[in-house]
């Protein structure tokens, strides 16, 4: 069992950044692969990055590649997102998940998660 607890979430000006953090509970933290994953009003869930012990990916949504990037920290047992010239389409809530699928590639869907923390808000204003 995985607990995750998301914070960093806020209103920010367009333009703007935001690092996100994710606190998972658990001895086997560098066993999963982390991911972080937003829902704008509906829409659906969508993939924004992922990382695991081999490796990372960002999503490779023109929306969102080279703002957005992963990180983790095995001795914090924390990930992070750090999104930088943040937009207005990109307020959502953002999403923390856990996936124990052992894989080469970067499992980017929300079937693939197993644990979900609540989410925090990110809203961007023009």
């Known amino acids: 069992q995985v607990q995750l607890v998301e914070s960093g979430g806020g209103l920010v000006r367009a333009g703007g950044s935001l690092r996100l953090s994710c606190a998972a509970s658990?001895?086997?933290?560098?066993?999963?692969?982390m991911g972080w994953f937003r829902q704008a009003p509906g829409k659906e869930r969508e993939f924004v990055a992922a990382?695991?012990?081999?490796?990372?990916?960002?999503s490779d949504s023109d929306s969102m590649k080279g703002r957005f990037t992963i990180s983790r920290d095995g001795a914090k047992n924390t990930v992070y997102l750090q999104m930088n010239s943040l937009k207005p389409e990109d307020t959502a809530v953002y999403y923390c998940?856990?996936?124990?699928?052992?894989?080469?590639?970067?499992?980017?869907?929300?079937?693939?998660?197993?644990?979900w923390g609540q989410g925090t808000q990110v809203t961007v204003s023009a």
């Open positions: 998940a856990a996936s124990n699928v052992i894989s080469m590639l970067v499992p980017t869907t929300t079937q693939r998660y197993d644990y």
């Open positions: 990382a695991s012990r081999s490796g990372s990916k960002t």
């Open positions: 658990g001895r086997t933290f560098g066993t999963y692969t």
